[in-house]
């Protein structure tokens, strides 16, 4: 039983924490965020729960994007975490 309770506290962490996936330079996807704060083809800034993500690169585009879920595409340079 105890270890039921253990595996539901860390799936509650995990609802609440963002997943980030960069794959290769071209696409990057983050689940759990909370919003996109700035938008520009050379950068985008997006809120979690701890602070932001800054992605940098060129041609920048928000291919998809849902209450849970953000798809980034173009030629990501630089991808910065920024806590509170």
Do not use: D, T, W
């Amino acid at each position: 039983m105890r270890k039921i309770q253990q595996f539901r506290q860390r799936e509650n962490v995990l609802s609440v924490l963002p997943i980030v996936e960069l794959v290769g330079q071209g696409r990057l996807l983050i689940e759990n965020h909370q919003g996109v704060l700035s938008y520009a083809p050379n950068m985008i800034k997006i809120k979690v729960s701890y602070g932001c993500i800054i992605v940098e690169g060129n041609e920048l585009q928000l291919m998809e994007m849902s209450r849970v879920k953000l798809a980034i595409c173009g030629r990501i340079n630089c991808l910065q975490i920024l806590g509170r």
